[in-house]
């Protein structure tokens, strides 16, 4: 997919295009920039875009009007970067534009404005826009976005790292290596960036420069400590992450207030330039002190304040002993990489992806970014999200991380196959929304005496048959509340049968053979998300009403069109090309774990964390029960053993009994009121 990203910077001067290939999905994300060009704003359309972001100044007729114009340029940048790259409009097929954040309410509110409708209506391109509402709407800053294409792309296996964006303002991701996974990517605002150094380069010049070219100015002054002093004592300066700021706090007025004053001590212009730029400097690496966990060995630059020699100058000196780079060193180009990252988020939207990182934003949970304006050439997924039509399963590529395995010492094969695992869990955390839905919505099923049930084939179908396997042992469930059926029958579970996951009019008669219900749900398994057996059968399942749910490690894929709620861990290319055992596999196991776990726990299968609905079969459950008893009462191993045994060796009943004080058979008439749930039967009072 070729992508065009267009952002525009708190600076306000120019939209910066980024055409990108981009190609597969988190966390092995192929892409290519193919051109990359800033088209300046003409001057009348600067001054009317910071008249816009001014309390003084902004009117909603004026707002409105820019809404329209400034997409009407956004349009014009779009066809000709398709033009400067050597490309036909027609050849893009997807553009992601950031638009002009003209206020921005920390937690409340953001806009945006440079109508993605517009743009979509001038080019013909279906164009993502608007991306921040949907974080802020999510509980978070709507900034910094940028965390999660950070995230992607710029991890180390080894070293940790800061991406430090200088824009308008000043952003941070904290990148923990691959090798650490107790620590967690994060990022926030650490303050201005180039907006106060714009602004103080303009009053120099009488508005010849609007910003100050190769920091000459600052080289040519004296930081005063005062000043610095007081522009440290900001209190943005000292909230705790997450947090965002932009041009509502730092504005021409509080620029124009620094400046007077500053004169009015007898600073000289080029001092007053000295001391901001020393400020950005300085509040990053206080930023740094304050707020990373560890230290980083590598801080990589971007954004215009990148092209500032004295700025950077500045930065190494503060930042030091980490070693400072440009993005340019790791193939993205400084004032790229804002651009490249809107075309990534769109290019995530487009496959129904979440593109925000909640450890960097505030937000609750991950979200699926933008508002989406349809172009030509694209298809619907759940009637909202368009994709590519020739979109290739993510589970059948291959990985550039293992492509010479075989090649390798005995170690470092392991070592990279691990390094694969470890991509697991992270996937997994980004489907939690999802997966706390399907929970609370078996457990509604089963409430209303229905069943849970797998169906899937090959690896897929064995770990849903293992799953419902251990329900009976592990909570005391009937054989038939949870079952688990795979292509082929029992026979495939150690054996091939051939073109058994192919058929999906047998997927059909699965569900209908079970007199499947609208009181059950049905979950369907495959790696791919395209097996037709279990297609077929969760489209016979949501027929009759029942709850589908699909589990997959491919988005988009047409599992997604027959469930109701569809969980896509995507844990990319695996280790050996198309063997969905391993990372698949894995993440699919986990995502199982939850879903029966958490609907036993809702069940009240459990008390706190203990397994009291086991079932004393044997010697080792006989004495897990009874330690059970003697841990939760408080008793000793013969008193624990007497009253399971008045209690008839259930585990729930004893523990009832024996915290209330009742009967064993008040402990039953309580449990059967509390629908077996301990907890809920202590709180009952009476006998």
């Not at 009488?206 to 000459?216: M, N, P, T, V």
Request: proline share 6%.
């Amino acid at each position: 997919m070729i992508v065009i990203g267009l952002m525009s910077g708190t600076s306000a001067d120019g939209v910066s295009c980024a055409v990108v290939e981009i190609r597969g999905a988190p966390p092995v994300l192929d892409w290519r920039l193919l051109h990359h060009q800033t088209y300046p704003y003409s001057p009348a359309l600067r001054a009317e875009v910071l008249a816009c972001a001014s309390r003084e100044t902004a009117t909603v007729d004026r707002l409105c009007a820019l809404n329209f114009d400034l997409a009407e340029n956004l349009a014009q940048a779009t066809r000709q970067a398709a033009a400067d790259s050597g490309l036909a409009l027609t050849a893009i097929d997807l553009i992601g534009s950031h638009g002009q954040t003209v206020w921005h309410i920390p937690q409340h509110s953001t806009l945006q404005i440079g109508a993605g409708a517009v743009l979509a209506e001038r080019t013909g391109i279906t164009t993502i826009s608007n991306f921040r509402v949907r974080d802020v709407a999510a509980g978070g800053h709507g900034a910094p976005l940028v965390a999660y294409v950070d995230q992607l792309l710029l991890t180390h296996p080894e070293h940790y790292r800061a991406a430090q964006n200088i824009g308008g303002i000043g952003n941070v991701t904290f990148l923990p290596p691959l090798r650490d996974q107790t620590a967690h990517a994060f990022a926030f605002d650490t303050g201005p960036g180039n907006m106060l150094i714009d602004y103080a380069a303009s009053l120099a010049t009488d508005g010849r420069l609007s910003y100050d070219r190769d920091g000459e100015l600052a080289q040519r002054g004296v930081v005063d400590p005062t000043l610095l002093s007081e522009l440290m004592a900001q209190p943005f300066l000292k909230l705790p992450p997450p947090k965002s700021t932009g041009r509502e706090l730092y504005t021409a007025q509080l620029a124009a207030e620094i400046w007077q004053r500053s004169r009015s001590a007898g600073l000289r212009p080029e001092d007053i330039i000295a001391t901001i730029t020393d400020f950005t400097a300085e509040s990053i690496a206080q930023a740094y002190r304050d707020f990373l966990p560890i230290y980083p060995d590598e801080v990589i630059v971007s954004g215009g304040g990148g092209q500032n020699p004295t700025l950077m100058a500045r930065l190494r000196e503060k930042l030091a002993p980490a070693r400072v780079r440009l993005s340019d060193e790791l193939g993205l180009p400084v004032e790229a990489k804002e651009a490249i990252a809107f075309a990534i988020l769109a290019y995530e939207t487009a496959h129904g992806r979440p593109g925000n990182l909640p450890a960097a934003t505030g937000a609750t949970h991950p979200v699926v970014l933008g508002d989406i304006s349809l172009g030509r050439g694209m298809l619907m997924v759940n009637q909202s999200l368009p994709i590519e039509k020739d979109s290739s399963s993510l589970t059948e590529a291959n990985n550039p991380a293992t492509i010479e395995i075989d090649a390798v010492s005995t170690l470092e094969m392991v070592q990279r196959i691990n390094a694969q695992d470890m991509l697991v869990a992270p996937a997994v955390a980004q489907e939690l929304p999802l997966i706390a839905d399907a929970i609370d919505g078996v457990v509604a099923r089963l409430r209303m005496g229905g069943r849970l049930i797998y169906i899937g084939a090959g690896t897929s179908g064995r770990l849903g048959v293992l799953d419902a396997a251990e329900m009976p042992p592990t909570f005391g469930t009937s054989p038939e509340l949870v079952r688990g059926l795979i292509a082929g029958g029992y026979a495939a579970l150690t054996n091939s049968i051939e073109g058994a996951e192919d058929d999906e009019a047998q997927g059909q008669r699965e569900i209908e053979n079970l007199g499947i219900t609208a009181s059950d749900a049905v979950v369907g398994l495959t790696a791919s998300g395209r097996t037709p057996y279990v297609i077929g059968a969760l489209r016979a399942a949501r027929s009759v009403g029942a709850l589908t749910i699909g589990l997959a490690c491919n988005r988009p894929a047409p599992l997604q069109a027959v469930a109701d709620i569809y969980i896509a861990p995507l844990v990319g290319p695996e280790v050996i090309a198309g063997s969905t055992r391993l990372k698949a596999g894995t993440a699919e196991k986990l995502v199982l774990n939850l879903i029966s776990t958490g609907t036993m726990i809702h069940l009240g299968k459990t008390y706190g964390n203990l397994m009291v609905d086991v079932q004393p079969t044997n010697a080792k459950l006989r004495v897990r029960a009874q330690r059970i008893v003697e841990r939760v009462c408080g008793l000793g191993p013969e008193a624990a053993e007497k009253l399971l045994a008045d209690c008839g060796g259930h585990v729930k009943t004893a523990l009832v009994a024996g915290l209330a004080g009742i009967s064993p058979e008040a402990a039953r008439r309580r449990l059967a009121q509390a629908n077996g749930s301990v907890r809920a039967a202590l709180n009952i009072s009476g006998d």
